[in-house]
Nanobody, 114 residues
């Protein structure tokens, strides 16, 4: 089992920045993938970014150039640095861990509004 604890959401004005954190604990194995999805009201959950333990990363086109995912393998923690935030980035952001199975965090609300 893997437990994920997210933090860092909140209210920010358009053009602002936030950093989300997700700490994993439990049965953590090398070769895992950690990343983020988001779900806006009345929309399906969508992929945002992912980070492989070996170092490679992937991003959704909608966040490329604005969001950066990073990780600290020693702390089993993944971060999502969000810059130039737009109202359409408003959503609940979910962290996930993947190694044989998927595990999800509880979600953290990000609201971009003036």
């Amino acid at each position: 089992q893997v437990q994920l604890v997210e933090s860092g959401g909140g209210l920010v004005q358009p053009g602002g920045s936030l950093r989300l954190s997700c700490a994993a604990s439990g049965s953590i194995f090398e070769g895992n993938v950690m990343g983020w999805y988001r779900q806006a009201p009345e929309k399906q959950r969508e992929f945002v970014a992912r980070s492989f333990s070996g170092g490679s990363t992937n991003y959704a086109d909608s966040v490329k150039g604005r969001f950066t995912i990073s990780r600290d393998n020693a702390k089993n923690t993944v971060y999502l640095h969000m810059n130039s935030l737009k109202p359409e980035d408003t959503a609940v952001y979910y962290c996930y861990y993947r190694w044989a199975s998927d595990y999800w965090g509880q979600g953290t609300q990000v609201t971009v509004s003036s």
